[in-house]
């Protein structure tokens, strides 16, 4: 009964091994945009012809309650958010969470079998 408890201490001591940066993680998408300005005589946004400015960067983040807030990202912040942004980390968080819990639930169950 006890190497079990050691088996799931260690499963989770190596699971909290993969969690990513914390300190780095922002969660939400990078986009792409294309913007009009609908000024007149703007060659960039000329009808049939102009694609728009840009790109420009926009971070999309979920809040919850069907709310997405979406943020400018200025072009020189773009490398830094794809890094930090990396949606994988905040994935990768996730999933590790939720596979800590199952381990710490196991583990409950374990110490509460071993009681006298």
């Known amino acids: 009964m006890k190497d079990k408890a050691a088996q799931?201490?260690?499963?989770?001591?190596?699971?909290?091994?993969?969690m990513p940066d914390l300190?780095?993680?922002?969660?939400?998408?990078?986009?792409?945009?294309?913007?009009?300005c609908n000024k007149p005589g703007c060659r960039f946004c000329?009808?049939?012809k102009g694609k728009g400015h840009g790109p420009i960067w926009i971070l999309s983040v979920s809040l919850g309650n069907r709310?997405?807030?979406?943020?400018?990202?200025?072009s020189?912040?773009?490398?830094?958010?794809?890094?930090?942004l990396s949606l994988r980390a905040f994935a990768q968080l996730q999933n590790v969470l939720k596979q800590i819990a199952q381990v710490n639930l196991e583990l409950f169950k374990e110490r509460k079998r071993q009681r006298p």
Do not use: D, F, W, Y
């Open 76 to 84: 020189e912040m773009k490398k830094e958010v794809e890094e930090s």
């Open 23 to 36: 300190s780095t993680v922002l969660p939400g998408s990078l986009l792409s945009r294309m913007v009009r």
């Open 46 to 48: 000329e009808k049939g």
């Open 67 to 74: 709310q997405v807030r979406q943020i400018p990202v200025p």
């Open 8 to 18: 799931l201490t260690a499963s989770r001591k190596q699971l909290l091994q993969q």
